[in-house]
Nanobody, 126 residues
Framework: QVRLVESGGGMVQAGGSLSLSCAASGLTFSNYAMGWFRQAPGKKREFVAAISRSGDSTYPADSVKGRFTISRDNAKNTLFLQMNSLKPEDTAVYYC???????????????????WGPGTQVTVSS
């Protein structure tokens, strides 16, 4: 059974930092590209960043480029999202997800991800 579990969410002031983790089990982690998505109340789920299977390539959304860094440790089956210079508009539930597809055209669309974690809340106060 595939399981993805996010951790590291919380509350932080604007300008602060948070580091999210996503522990994966039940799948061959290195066979999947991974992504982070977020969903704020009343809004659609939004792509945040993705990383290739090997971790050599990353694809941040324009809204987080230069502030968020996605990375992975295939030996530990773990995905990370380092979030710096946080803004109130970053407030959302953050989800990690796994896809067997390859290429940025697939990474940005939630429909191509087969497995999802339950999410972790990130709240940024002004």
């Amino acid at each position: 059974q595939v399981r993805l579990v996010e951790s590291g969410g919380g509350m932080v002031q604007a300008g602060g930092s948070l580091s999210l983790s996503c522990a994966a089990s039940g799948l061959t982690f290195s066979n999947y590209a991974m992504g982070w998505f977020r969903q704020a109340p009343g809004k659609k789920r939004e792509f945040v960043a993705a990383i290739s299977r090997s971790g050599d390539s990353t694809y941040p959304a324009d809204s987080v480029k230069g502030r968020f860094t996605i990375s992975r440790d295939n030996a530990k089956n773990t995905l990370f999202l380092q979030m710096n210079s946080l803004k109130p508009e970053d407030t959302a539930v953050y989800y990690c997800a796994a896809t067997s597809r390859s290429g940025p055209a697939y990474y940005i669309s939630s429909g191509y991800y087969a497995y999802w974690g339950p999410g972790t809340q990130v709240t940024v106060s002004s």
